[in-house]
């Protein structure tokens, strides 16, 4: 028999006794077990802490963003092994894709946000602010890895998604993770973290994991632990009220079921293409992952006088899904995870058919493919009416965690909006409508109560990602019910698992600290030119006093000849009137092309290229008879993997533009961005 195990402290652990028996969900035969008893989970966070927590802090944000780039091409490679075990959990093959190739795209997606952090391992976050009326003290904020170790606590509906949606965020915030997911589907997990280990891509205590209950995995957290849950409602309030919890203030990030809702906007007619993705789309979140998941439609708001036709267009696409073994051809809809499952929605059907009626499947009567429907985990679609939502109300507090929705009308937009946040607080609702303002009038009105909003039209419908897929860069949660927590959401996923600081000083100091150039700092003159400097030689601050050019009419008409831009405020000087303008201005664009001409250094060297323009602002009218100069600064440094063999070593350099005038005071301001070659590649 399979035994399946923990990874902790750096080596593979038993357990002791048998925790918990794993079982096929299609055949219902036992496939292995699994324990947990015996982990010392105090152990296990201080070697987090310690080992994985300080190789981690240690790493750039892009070295963080480059391994999990590694790790994700890595575990692509082993992909198909994960299908077949996948299967045993009841899901088909899109289902396993949901999971398997949506955890990996995960890491892909997280591993991209390296461009959006500094060459450092810590964040700084925003501008500075001056605190001072000469400028000599000054304000900022950084964001540093958090001390601790995130402690994630999954459900059973994504073995493999659950738990790289959530370690791609904390380990690029430089915070190793110990992993819980449900005792019931551990052992896809078991398979995916051995690859991981195995691999030695990510630093050794980085990742530990529990198979099993995990009981008490959490009894030792403190104040620099970060806990994360995906489950009910009430486990997770429960969880969250734990004393230590409460005492060393851990955050505690709960992600719940929520009784989500889509909506048939009233324009969306039959007839039309929205109608159509409608049904097709209520359809896919019922019996894909055989609506075990925590995004799934609960509730199917459709207007009152187009019940019917919806009903009948639901059930007709429902009667086509074939239920069975995920391996025959022909399956649509597998199993759920397990038996225990089954009963547990069956009895909140039951609840549900006091207040409602089933108008599509049977618990009991209903044909299975390849396989023995009373052996496997299995459940027939059910699709409810409530012709009364406003008073029968049970449909917007329980939650039936399978194939199960309920159809119910609305006679106004206004009704829409109340009825779906009757649920109490959702991850996702959508709405269906090819009406712009339909749709905005339902996304103002109901915000306040979900997590996100899709609005779907044909316009979108061939590139969206559906009602029940949460992205990586956007964030997934929600208020009330579905448990207040933000997961992923790209760089305010990461900063979740950072302590944000704020930092006061000089200039100069604060310069030093965050390694981006603070107005006000030291400027030492370059020497020689920074683009006669490879990229590992430029030093922050280093500045470039230029030469200084005294502007003339000719050469704003010169620049409007050659733009095209012939602005009256450039080219009429007796329209001014009325204006802020004291005579005919030189052209702000003018003014920074002149600049690149004042600080460029036009020899081959290093610098490779300008690629971009970032924060151009235009400060003072620049009028003919007017001295500008240029200090040009050496503002950022980011580091840049090689693509290839072949590609040219380089970082990036981010170059401060301060244009003044004969007063010496700002004109223009704008950062540049340059490639810049390295040392290794004369």
Not at 552 to 578: C, K, P, Q, R, W
Not at 619 to 633: E, N, S
């Amino acid at each position: 028999m399979q035994r399946y195990q923990s990874y902790a402290l750096g080596k593979w652990f038993d357990g002791e006794g048998v925790e918990t028996n794993l079982f096929n969900a299609i055949t219902g035969e036992k496939i292995g077990e699994t324990s947990s008893v015996g982990l010392d989970y105090q152990a296990m966070l201080e070697y987090g802490r310690k080992t994985g927590g300080y190789s981690l802090r240690k790493m750039t944000f892009q070295e963080r963003g480059r391994m999990l780039k590694a790790l994700a091409l890595f575990l692509m490679e082993k992909k198909n092994s994960y299908y077949a075990v996948s299967s045993l959990t009841g899901a088909t093959k899109v289902d396993s894709w949901i999971d398997i190739e949506g955890g990996i795209g995960n890491l892909f997606a997280n591993a991209s946000l390296r461009r959006q952090f500094p060459d450092l391992p810590y964040y700084v976050e925003g501008a500075a602010l001056p605190l001072s009326k000469n400028g000599t003290f000054i304000g900022h904020h950084i964001c540093v890895p958090k001390e601790g170790v995130a402690v994630h606590i999954n459900a059973f509906n994504f073995p493999i998604w659950g738990m790289l949606e959530k370690i791609a965020v904390n380990l690029m915030a430089g915070v190793p993770a110990i992993v819980k997911p449900s005792e019931y589907t551990c052992f896809l997990t078991e398979v995916m973290v051995r690859d991981i280990i195995e691999s030695n891509i990510l630093p050794e205590g980085a990742l530990q994991f529990v198979c099993g209950l995990g009981r008490g995995i959490i009894d030792h957290v403190s104040t620099q632990d970060v806990v994360t849950f995906t489950g009910s409602a009430f486990t997770g309030k429960k969880l969250k009220g734990l004393p230590n919890i409460l005492a060393e203030s851990v955050p505690f990030n709960l992600e719940a079921d929520s009784l989500n809702a889509t909506i048939l906007g009233k324009h969306a007619v039959p007839g039309t293409e929205e109608f159509d993705l409608f049904i097709k789309e209520v359809t896919k979140e019922i019996t894909v992952k055989t609506g075990q998941k925590c995004t799934a439609v609960r509730r199917i708001l459709v207007p009152e006088d187009l019940i019917n036709e919806v009903e009948k267009g639901i059930a007709s696409r429902l009667a086509s899904i074939k239920i069975g073994d995920p391996n025959v051809e022909g399956v649509r809809m597998g199993s759920l995870a397990t038996q225990t499952q089954v009963q547990r929605v069956r009895e909140n059907v039951e609840i549900l058919l006091k207040s409602q009626k089933i108008v599509y499947g049977n618990m009991d009567e209903f044909e299975v493919h390849g396989a023995d429907k009373n052996k496997g985990a299995f459940f027939s679609p059910i699709l409810f009416r409530n012709d009364d939502p406003f008073h029968k109300t049970d449909v917007h507090e329980i939650e039936a965690f399978g194939p199960v929705s309920t159809i119910m009308p609305y006679k106004n937009l206004e009704d829409a909006v109340e009825l779906a946040k009757m649920g109490k607080g959702s991850l996702v609702c959508s709405i269906v409508t090819p009406n712009d303002k339909e749709g905005t009038d339902f996304v103002v009105g109901a915000a306040c109560m979900h997590g996100r909003i899709l609005v779907l039209n044909k316009d979108c419908a061939k590139e969206s990602t559906g009602h029940g897929s949460p992205m990586p860069m956007l964030t997934h949660g929600g208020p009330g019910r579905a448990g207040g927590g933000e997961e992923m959401g790209g760089k305010r996923g990461v900063l979740h698992y950072m302590q944000r600081t704020s930092i006061q000083g000089h200039p100069t100091t604060i310069t030093k600290i965050t390694q981006q150039f603070q107005v006000g700092a030291e400027m030492p003159e370059a020497n020689p030119h920074v683009f006669r400097q490879h990229f590992e030689e430029l030093v922050i601050g280093q500045t470039v006093y230029t030469h200084k050019h005294t502007v003339t009419d000719a050469d704003i008409v010169n620049f409007a000849n050659v733009s095209g831009d012939n602005f009256y405020a450039h080219m009429d000087a007796t329209s001014l009137e009325g204006t802020i303008f004291e005579k005919r201005v030189a052209h702000g664009y003018f003014v920074l092309s002149k600049a690149a001409g004042l600080f460029v250094d036009p020899k081959k060297g290093p610098v490779l290229l300008n690629y971009g323009l970032e924060e151009a602002r235009f400060t003072k009218p620049v009028y003919p008879g007017a001295t500008i100069g240029v200090r040009f600064t050496v503002k950022e440094k980011i580091d840049q993997e090689k693509r290839s063999e072949e590609d040219i070593s380089k970082g990036i350099v981010k170059f401060l533009v301060d244009v003044f005038d004969e007063t010496g005071e700002t004109v223009a301001l704008a950062t540049i961005l340059t490639m810049v070659r390295k040392l290794d590649q004369n």
